[in-house]
């Protein structure tokens, strides 16, 4: 998987993937989609606050 996401694939250094998280189930609509299937940004960051920031952790270069 690096190999498809690197410098040598074609993606700028600011492009890279850093982390990644997968989350256990999908989204739900009426929890974190609305019925036409829009992301509820703040009921998302709301429930998973701990996975995103350990997201963040170790990037404060």
Do not use: C, W
């Amino acid at each position: 998987m690096k190999d498809k996401i690197s410098t040598k694939a074609g993606f700028k250094t600011f492009e890279k993937i850093a982390h990644i998280y997968i989350l256990p189930k999908e989204f739900e609509k009426g929890k974190e989609m609305t019925e036409t299937m829009k992301l509820k940004r703040n009921v998302i960051f709301t429930l998973y606050h701990d996975v995103i920031q350990s997201l963040y952790e170790n990037d404060e270069d």
